[in-house]
């Protein structure tokens, strides 16, 4: 019997789509990576009693709270993990931060600059106390983009120069897809741009290691209009569809198209819709750089594509790699090569880097300010589409710059 491992008392805010991915992510993790903490799913928490206690039982929550604060008041509860809409993640965070509590935090980190900001000043001096916290950007734990980081940093690649990131949905695409929360701009902050084109941000940076300085932008919201309840992929609507007839405003975008410059000399094009009517889950990535490039699309996600500009004239082209060996990142930990993982893997692996640092006492990645570097280029990008795509930079724009 190996020595049993310190617990780490998990406490999670909401339980929809995404405290379902964490809730597996917190099963998972420590039986399939040597962690130096054993997470424990000490309480969810939701408004609905008889909800929340459904979803207690079937993610695996020993307990449940109706008020996401008396998660923060408990003693037996050491990390807080926010699965709600965005207007909620400052309010919760600050105060589990300041209660002593650990943090993970869903993306986008807040709906606004300001309240990232705020966050990330409280995350930071929480951390002097040894007191951490961590943004849910998910998709750099998808071991092909994790491979793609590594080849950009062991110079495989060559200098960076350009970046062409897509993340095409099509869930919105029927105009009678109901108003849900991520259509309200006062909780979900933005439509595509925060929900789907914030992981096309942090993914381009995190691979390139290079952060958007500039960009100009376009942005559309195609059906203003949408009826009320309803609950589309599980996304927490709201009342039955056939009993109410009522249309409540689309107050967020349907797609945006950026262009953007980087610090270390790129430039990029990016694109988020939930309109790109066929396409499921496309989360694309190609980065081109003067000795390579690679190209990645989530849903192909056990292949990353290579092109490696110093090989042999006559056998250039792009390499279809499928990253299932145990020398790729996190692949080791799963199956033996050629079985392939899927979307619930990286918030599996993104909860076994966590509890890593957690162990060692330092910093996770992403952290607060990684995520406010985010909120920065979002602020800029709808400042600029609201500015008939004036030219704005990243560090300047907030909300009140519009
Ligand atoms: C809806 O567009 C959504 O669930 C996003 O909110 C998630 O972040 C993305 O991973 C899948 O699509």
């Not at 951490?132 to 994790?146: I, K, W």
């Not at 990131?165 to 869930?171: G, M, N, V």
């Not at 992403?366 to 704005?392: I, K, M, Y």
């Amino acid at each position: 019997m190996t020595h049993p491992t310190p617990e780490l008392r998990v406490g999670m805010v909401g339980y929809a789509f995404m405290g379902a991915a964490h809730s597996h992510a917190w099963r998972t993790a420590h039986r399939f990576f040597d962690l130096p903490l054993t997470p424990v799913m000490a309480a969810v928490a939701g408004r609905n009693a008889d909800a929340v206690a459904a979803a207690a039982h079937t993610q695996g929550w020993a307990s449940t709270e109706t008020d996401w604060r008396a998660l923060i008041e408990r003693d037996d509860i050491d990390l807080i993990d926010i699965c709600t809409p965005g207007n909620t993640h400052a309010e919760i965070a600050i105060a589990a931060l300041k209660a002593g509590k650990h943090v993970l935090c869903e993306k986008p980190l807040a709906n606004s600059v300001a309240e990232a900001q705020e966050m990330t000043a409280v995350a930071e001096e929480a951390a002097r106390n040894g007191v951490f916290a961590m943004c849910g950007y998910s998709y750099r734990r998808t071991p092909a983009l994790a491979l793609a980081k590594r080849m950009v940093d062991d110079g495989r690649l060559g200098t960076i120069r350009q970046v062409r990131a897509q993340y095409l949905q099509d869930w919105l695409s029927d105009e009678n897809a109901p108003l849900t929360w991520r259509l309200d701009k006062t909780k979900s902050g933005s439509g595509a741009l925060g929900d789907i084109g914030a992981h096309s941000i942090d993914a381009a940076q995190f691979v390139t290691g290079q952060r958007i300085t500039g960009v100009s932008a376009l942005m559309e919201t195609f059906t203003k209009e949408r009826p009320v309840g309803g609950d589309l992929m599980g996304l927490g609507g709201h009342g039955d569809m056939a009993a109410d007839a009522r249309k409540g405003p689309v107050t967020v975008d349907d797609a945006v198209i950026f262009s953007a410059r980087f610090d270390g000399g790129a430039i990029g094009s990016f694109e988020a819709t939930r309109t790109a009517l066929g396409r499921k889950n496309a989360m694309r990535l190609e980065v081109n750089g003067s000795l390579g490039s690679i190209a990645f699309d989530f849903e192909d996600m056990n292949f990353l594509q290579f092109y490696d500009g110093t090989d042999a004239e006559d056998a250039r082209g792009f390499h279809r790699i499928m990253v299932t060996e145990p020398v790729h990142p996190y692949v080791g930990n799963w199956w033996p090569t050629g079985h392939g993982l899927g979307y619930e893997h990286g918030f599996t692996h993104q909860v076994a880097d966590l509890l890593t640092a957690l162990g060692s006492a330092t910093q996770p990645t992403p952290s607060f300010a990684d995520a406010l570097a985010v909120q920065r280029v979002l602020a800029a990008v709808e400042t600029s589409a609201t500015n008939h795509s004036r030219w704005t930079t990243a560090e300047t724009a907030t909300e009140e710059t519009r």
